[in-house]
């Protein structure tokens, strides 16, 4: 058995896809996986991306050529100064709420219509559709692909003003430095489409305190890199020729070293320049989102939109009154409202939901509503509503307002009401109807105190006087 602490060779035929010099003839090709080698190989100039080779201008080939994201040397500095231009005036935070608050049920279109959104793009709904045709061609050597040479024929007069539509117009001469900005746009765009999202998928089937940062160090969405040799090096006392395809094993490195910085976002002097970015749009879409992603394991729009209210089994109930439990929530989540008015802007994260003040007074109104229909619905023998909440899954625009006195009025007339209706019903029934309630589902006892639990929402938010936040932050 080879020891896993030093570099392997690799075996020709299954490095195709990197490894396949210009007559088509399987190149040597070798693989690191020690952190050391792998972070050396990543700065070493003599290893490059496998170059992209030349197309039409306009298509998906010639859209790999040239970006920064398959350039070296001076092209791939000057490349990454346009991307790192674009992302100079856009703001992480931003990003992130803008994130959260979408709804769309594909997050691949989400996180790059945000982005398109935030570079100032016209139709950015469209530009997402059409950078998720390009993304599947993005990585290919030798893409044949003629849907993804049409999306980039049709997103390059988007990306910048002043760029004649159709290929045949935008290869002129003059044309070329905004020409390549908004191809390195296009690569900005897929990168979102592809990398930011993946995280986020990976971060889900992770979980955690902090899944982002779990799945960056267990479950990269890269977990390989690739390089070729332009002229002979050596990396780990292991000599490299030219033309070598050289694989680096960024999963196995960073779970070698956990003391070490993760390599997902690569290391100098090719570090992602979005990489911030990236991780604030992962973020939103975690923290704030109603949709789902493709997994594996084939997770339900209704599985990723679960409440993280702590009450999965049945829940526990005592000797209280069921009809003085919902008054009693009420009361300590207007008595924290009351703290919310000078509310910051900034949302609270807790079980990794992001909630507000208004979020959390919608979510405790709909909770009590959901189980009141449930209760109302099962007394008159009717079947009960289908559960299509997004929940605490979902930050919508209204959720992020500010929170003003006349908000908790409404709030306090809003929820006082609601919990005379509970406590009303519950009063007037019997010990029987309490604990062997009609219908499918737990007794009206224990969905008494179910709902008695919505204070978890309030409790998110917290309370928010000066003293209170100065303490809490």
């Not at 100039?45 to 920064?68: D, E, N, S």
């Not at 779970?255 to 997902?264: F, I, N, S």
């Not at 749009?281 to 789902?292: E, F, K, P, T, Y």
């Not at 526990?316 to 008015?341: H, K, S, Y």
């Amino acid at each position: 058995m080879a020891d896993p602490t030093r570099p392997t060779a690799t075996d020709s035929t299954a490095t195709d896809a990197t490894g396949a010099d210009a007559t088509g003839a399987a190149a040597p090709a070798v693989s690191f996986d020690r952190y050391e080698d792998v972070t050396a190989a990543l700065a070493d100039p003599a290893l490059v991306p496998p170059p992209a080779g030349a197309g039409p201008v306009g298509g998906m080939a010639w859209l790999r050529a040239t970006v920064a994201r398959f350039s070296a040397g001076e092209r791939h500095a000057a490349r990454r100064a346009s991307v790192e231009a674009d992302l100079a005036g856009l703001d992480p935070e931003a990003l992130r709420l803008a994130a959260a608050a979408g709804f769309e049920a594909d997050v691949r279109v989400r996180a790059v219509r945000v982005l398109a959104q935030a570079l100032g793009l016209a139709e950015p709904g469209a530009v997402a559709r059409a950078v998720g045709v390009v993304a599947r061609a993005y990585f290919v050597e030798r893409p044949e692909d003629p849907e993804a040479d049409a999306a980039v024929a049709w997103l390059l007069p988007r990306m910048l003003p002043g760029i004649p539509a159709g290929a045949g117009g935008v290869g002129r001469a003059g044309d070329t430095g905004d020409v390549e900005r908004a191809a390195n746009r296009i690569g900005l765009l897929v990168q979102a489409c592809d990398a930011t999202v993946t995280l986020v998928e990976h971060a889900r089937r992770v979980g955690g305190a902090d899944p982002v940062a779990a799945a960056l160090r267990h479950d990269p969405p890269v977990r390989v890199m690739r390089r070729r040799a332009v002229r002979a090096t050596v990396v780990g006392g292991v000599p490299v020729v030219a033309g070598t395809a050289v694989l680096l094993d960024v999963a196995a490195a960073q779970a070698g070293r956990p003391d070490l910085p993760p390599l997902t976002f690569g290391a100098a002097p090719r570090l992602c320049p979005g990489r911030t970015h990236a991780l604030a749009i992962a973020a939103g879409v975690l923290h704030g989102a109603s949709g789902v992603l493709p997994s594996a394991e084939g997770a339900s729009a209704e599985d990723a939109s679960a409440e993280s209210v702590p009450t999965e089994d049945a829940p526990a109930t005592d000797d209280r009154d069921p009809a003085g439990l919902v008054p009693a929530m009420v009361e300590q989540v207007l008595a924290l409202a009351a703290t919310w008015t000078g509310w910051d802007g900034h949302p609270a994260t807790t079980d990794g939901r992001m909630y507000t003040p208004h979020k959390a007074v919608r979510r405790v109104t709909d909770h009590l509503l959901d189980h009141l229909a449930e209760l109302e619905a099962r007394l008159a023998g009717e079947p009960t509503q289908p559960d299509h909440w997004h929940a605490s899954a979902a930050t919508t625009p209204a959720d992020l307002a500010p929170f003003t006195p006349a908000d908790l009025d409404e709030a306090r007339s809003r929820l006082t009401r609601l919990a005379r209706i509970w406590s009303v019903r519950l009063a007037v029934l019997t010990p029987e109807q309490l604990d062997r309630s009609p219908g499918t589902g737990w007794s009206f006892r224990q969905l008494a105190f179910h709902v008695a639990e919505s204070a978890y929402y309030a409790n998110a938010v917290g309370d928010l006087r000066p003293h209170e936040r100065t303490t809490a932050r």
